[in-house]
């Protein structure tokens, strides 16, 4: 079983930048992917960034250009630096890793992005 722990999240202004990361620990067999999803209230979850454990990434067209999604494969850590904040960014991020017994999500840390 796998257990996602998100941190980073907080309040921060319009035009600012936060740093989210997740650590995954626990049985993670034949690691895809890590990634972001967010969820703003009454608005579906949708994707935000994704990283494989080869390392290529796919962001969504939103968030290209100010969010970065890397990960550290040998502590799987999966981080999204977002920069240039907007307040239509202010959501619950949730963190995803997928592998070969399926998929697994974070409890959520919200950012709140003030105008």
């Known amino acids: 079983q796998v257990q996602l722990v998100e941190s980073g999240g907080g309040l921060v202004q319009t035009g600012g930048s936060l740093r989210l990361s997740c650590g995954a620990t626990g049985t993670i067999a034949d690691l895809n992917y890590m990634g972001w999803y967010r969820q703003a209230p009454e608005k579906q979850r949708e994707q935000v960034a994704l990283?494989?454990?080869?390392?290529?990434?796919k962001v969504a067209a939103s968030v290209v250009g100010r969010f970065t999604i890397s990960m550290d494969n040998a502590t799987n850590t999966v981080h999204l630096q977002m920069a240039s904040l907007r307040p239509e960014d202010a959501a619950t991020y949730y963190c995803y890793l997928d592998d070969s017994s399926g998929g697994s999500w974070g409890q959520g840390t919200q950012v709140t992005v003030s105008s």
């Open positions: 990283i494989t454990s080869s390392g290529r990434t």
